[in-house]
């Protein structure tokens, strides 16, 4: 066993300067967490209580395992934009019959759960999330389609969801509607489209168009219930497998079908008895700086996060500006790749694709821990093949068949972002903790890229340079893009799947770990490509 040795003091004045900004930045995210309940206003939670029906979240809360987790994804959605908070839609994992799914519920308390371009955005992600690692999804519907006003931003990309149920069900990962309320337009075709469909008596609703459009259209006049009713569904037209008296029986019915669907995992099966690590998760509030210039140990986190503080690092010498080595978490093999100051130089880049490619052969799954301002620059750097290097890393990461999993810790800016497994890059999942930031640079080093540029372009006019109006445009660039590299202003733009607090960080690590393990190992029968399928390396 290298059981990682901690010099971090928890009791020091630093340690405790970033725990105090650490938990202003966690109690910031609480307040707005808080408003996610009530994200239609009280008034519309007041009137859809008043009809006896229960909230999205204490849908899902019946419908999970006694004191199961659920780990919901991208709960800022459309944080910053003109629509409500959370995308109208509520997406996550839980635990159903002890089986891991999707879980997407509907929120009929914002604008009628209608579908805005954040909540289409969304969706997208949970179905891409059932699809890569084979979870069944679960719809908890009540919907009345798209919000008109947003139809432009829908119409045309809102396609994807039809074809999101079908592949999956051609796949075979199981498609379950539970329909609570009503069902119109593009929300009719979730229950239309899905593998198992439940619907509540007197409540559930479900037509291409409702009474009004059917007017309009054909001069028809018909009654809800005839029209697509719960009951004519399961007597007439046969959509509805399961007919449920009320909210309760339909998550019953629903428990029922996971219960019956045969589910086991494919995947790596974690060490039995896995030892906690050595080291308080409480302290992990106090490792990263407030101010992200200054760089910290990485191996501090990981000290605190990994199975027994055991890691065994590899090339310890060599590239010392990221770590890398091999753990286990909650008993699951990983390999890590995590930044330790923060620029990566050409061996960085070099030592990161060999371990990308031994980990592959190894089938096992990577972790990448975030704080990189991006790859050196600088005539040195360039002349000794920065860009040729740092390609390799990225082709390496790119082409990589075992699941990868990200957390930003700290800075992500520029190709670091790229080459430590960023968003494009199709990570199973991505997190990030409070005090990351990422951007294509920092604020500043922006700002004073504009500047040099518009002073060498009014030197080759011959006009004078307007300083005032330099230093106002370096104040407006700086807080424009600082406030843009927020991880709110981020996960409000479904560029991670969460914020996570520093302290859950295992457990969140060890839930994607164990959702990744029901889909095959990545290199073995049913998994897909192949190892080895790296694009050119240039030498």
């Known amino acids: 066993m290298t059981v990682l040795r901690s010099a971090f003091d928890p009791a020091s004045a630093d340690a405790a300067a970033n725990r105090d900004a650490m938990l202003a930045a966690l109690a910031g995210l609480d307040a707005e967490y808080a408003k996610l309940p009530e994200a239609g206003g009280a008034r519309a939670v007041a009137r859809h209580r008043s009809r006896g029906k229960l909230l999205p979240r204490e849908r899902i809360e019946l419908l999970l395992d006694r004191d199961a987790p659920f780990l919901e994804l991208s709960p800022l959605a459309a944080w910053g934009t003109e629509y409500p908070l959370g995308g109208s839609v509520v997406t996550g994992i839980g635990v159903i019959e002890g089986v891991e799914c999707v879980i997407v519920a509907n929120d009929p308390t914002v604008r009628g759960g209608a579908s805005n371009p954040w909540t289409i955005r969304k969706v997208f992600r949970a179905n891409d999330i059932a699809r890569e690692n084979r979870l069944p999804l679960i719809s908890l519907v009540e919907s009345g389609g798209a919000d008109l006003p947003s139809q432009k931003d829908i119409f045309i990309p809102g396609g994807r ?31 239309g489209m899905s593998d198992h469909v439940v619907m509540v008596r007197e409540r559930a609703k479900v037509f291409l168009a409702g009474p009004p459009l059917v007017k309009m259209a054909t001069g028809e006049i018909a009654d809800d219930e005839s029209l697509g009713g719960a009951d004519m569904h399961a007597r007439v037209s046969g959509l509805a497998d399961y007919y449920a008296t009320d909210e309760t029986d339909a998550v019953r019915l629903g428990r029922r079908i996971v219960a019956r669907l045969n589910h086991r995992k494919a995947g790596a099966v974690p060490h039995p008895a896995p030892l906690p690590p050595r080291f308080a998760e409480d302290e992990l509030l106090g490792i990263v700086p407030a101010d992200l210039k200054q760089p910290f140990d990485p191996r501090e986190v990981l000290a605190r996060v990994v199975d027994d503080s055991d890691f065994d690092e590899f090339k310890p010498l060599y590239g010392t500006s990221l770590v890398t080595g091999w753990a286990r978490l909650h008993g699951y093999p990983i390999g890590v790749l995590a930044n330790a100051r923060g620029v990566l130089f050409s061996a960085e880049s070099q030592k990161a694709a060999q371990f990308i490619q031994l980990a592959n052969s190894a089938r096992t799954p990577l972790v990448f821990l975030h704080n990189t301002t991006g790859y050196m620059v600088g005539t040195e750097y360039e002349q000794g093949g920065i860009i040729k290097h740092g390609a390799l890393m990225i082709n390496a990461v790119a082409n990589s068949s075992v699941p990868h999993l990200s957390v930003l810790m700290g800075a992500s800016y520029g190709a670091g972002h790229y080459g430590m497994c960023g968003r494009a890059f199709d990570p199973r999942f991505l997190f990030a903790w409070p005090s990351a930031r990422s951007a294509v640079m920092g604020g500043q080093q922006l700002a004073g890229v504009l500047s040099i540029v518009s002073r060498a372009a009014a030197a080759a006019a011959g006009r004078p340079f307007d300083e005032d109006a330099d230093a106002a445009m370096r104040v407006a660039v700086e807080r424009q893009i600082d406030a843009e590299s927020l991880p709110t202003f981020l996960s409000g733009r479904i560029y991670d799947d969460g914020i996570i607090d520093p302290r859950d960080t295992r457990t969140v690590l060890g839930l994607a770990l164990s959702v ?12 897909g490509r192949a190892s080895g399928g790296f694009g050119v390396f240039r030498m």
Do not use: K, M, Q
Request: charged share 10%; aromatic share 6%; no cysteine.
């Open 161 to 191: 969801l039809f074809r999101d149920l079908t592949r999956l069900s051609a796949a075979g990962i199981p498609t379950i509607a539970l329909v609570f309320g009503n069902s119109t337009a593009g929300g009719a075709y979730v229950p």
């Open 516 to 527: 990744i393990a029901n889909a095959p190992e990545a290199n073995s029968p049913g998994a």
